[in-house]
């Protein structure tokens, strides 16, 4: 679990890094991200309830928390990442996420040079 430092969780956080920010997507994730001038990275997640009710809902954040989590070393500091999950994440493996959340990572040239 991502601990409180790393937490964005305030609205007006959020409707910041979606105006102003850019995004990749991915084909089960779309990832928003701004720089916040701290230094650490703020995480968010977005899962709609269109993708299920609470139970699956909670499945896919928790999923997506811990890639972000074993991850958060080999990020560039100082910007708030969000986390939009698609339809298509319902019922897909840790390890897909995974590797998609690396390759949006990469995407937007967030991950640093000497990890």
């Known amino acids: 679990m ?3 430092p790393y937490r964005l969780k305030h609205q007006k956080d ?4 979606y105006n102003k920010g850019k995004s990749v997507a991915g ?3 779309v990832l928003y991200y701004l720089e916040n001038g ?3 990275n703020k995480f968010g997640f977005s899962i709609s309830k269109k993708i299920g009710k609470a139970v699956v809902r909670n499945r896919i954040r928790r999923i997506l928390r811990e890639c972000c989590r074993l991850h958060k070393d080999k990020l560039l500091p100082g910007y708030n990442l ?3 999950a698609r339809p298509k994440i319902r019922g897909i493996k840790y390890r897909l996420v995974e590797n998609e959340i690396l390759q949006l990572f990469s995407k937007a040239q967030l991950l640093r040079e000497d990890v």
Not at 14 to 17: L, Q, S
């Open 82 to 84: 969000i986390f939009i």
């Open 14 to 17: 959020f409707k910041i890094t």
């Open 2 to 4: 991502l601990s409180k």
């Open 27 to 29: 084909q089960y994730v």
């Open 38 to 40: 701290l230094e650490v």
